[in-house]
């Protein structure tokens, strides 16, 4: 019985905990959303050094779903206002308010990227094509220099995408979206080597070797 009342005490005292965080982090969104030009403005978060807290018991799995003690976090809401205050230092993972840092753990990349949309001129079929890549938390980002492509050799033998978002936080590209980037992929010669990646805003995102994929093709 004493050991089920201490259970139910740190399961109380976690749950205050969370709610603090949340309340912290909705007084951010508003403060953000106010001081810009969109409601979607993100907290300055790299502004925040408040003392670290200690680790919570809440978890980013490989899909993208958050956890919160070994449970999924069922309220897209919470878990987009989650990510607004989510920090990256030194590569660990973090959720910041202006008074507390707490520590997360992150399975993979905290974002996925689950939709693409190829932007052109037709007026000026000469203009560079933008990707824009929609995160699972319904985020847009243009994919260019500041927010690149990394491809990762995937346990498969294949290649993992990877999109930057902000402030080191990644995406990892879904499977599906992987093989729209290897459609619309091209060769270009890279420091003397051709390579086979993708274009978006000007800039060039090396896949692999050229040779190498039209041996794979």
């Known amino acids: 019985m004493a050991k089920q009342g201490r259970n139910s005490d740190q399961s ?17 969104a ?3 959303a106010h001081a810009g030009s969109t409601e979607k403005a993100l907290p ?23 956890f919160y003690g070994g449970t999924p976090i069922g309220r897209p809401a919470l878990v987009r206002l989650f990510s607004t205050i989510l920090k990256r230092e030194d590569g660990k993972h ?36 933008l990707l824009r890549f929609r995160t699972n938390v319904d985020d847009w980002v243009a994919c260019d220099e500041a927010h690149r492509l990394r491809f990762e050799a995937a346990a498969d033998g294949g290649l993992t995408p990877y999109l930057h978002v902000r402030a080191d936080l990644w995406a990892k590209v879904t499977r599906a979206l992987y093989y729209d980037l290897v459609d619309i992929g091209e060769e270009r010669v890279v420091d003397g080597r051709a390579m086979f990646g993708v274009a978006s805003s000007g800039a060039f995102f090396a896949m692999a070797d050229a040779e190498q994929v039209r041996g794979a093709l």
């Open 12 to 28: 109380r005292e976690g749950n205050q905990n969370l709610e603090g965080i949340a309340a912290a982090a909705r007084e951010a």
């Open 94 to 129: 973090f959720l910041v308010t202006p008074v507390e840092k707490v520590g997360i753990r992150v399975d993979d990349a905290p974002f996925l990227a689950v939709e693409m949309v190829k932007e052109g001129n037709s007026q000026n079929p000469n203009q560079a094509p």
């Open 30 to 32: 508003k403060d953000a």
């Open 44 to 66: 300055p978060v790299h502004l925040w050094n408040p003392p670290f807290c200690g680790d919570l018991d809440m978890r980013i799995a490989t899909d993208g779903t958050w």
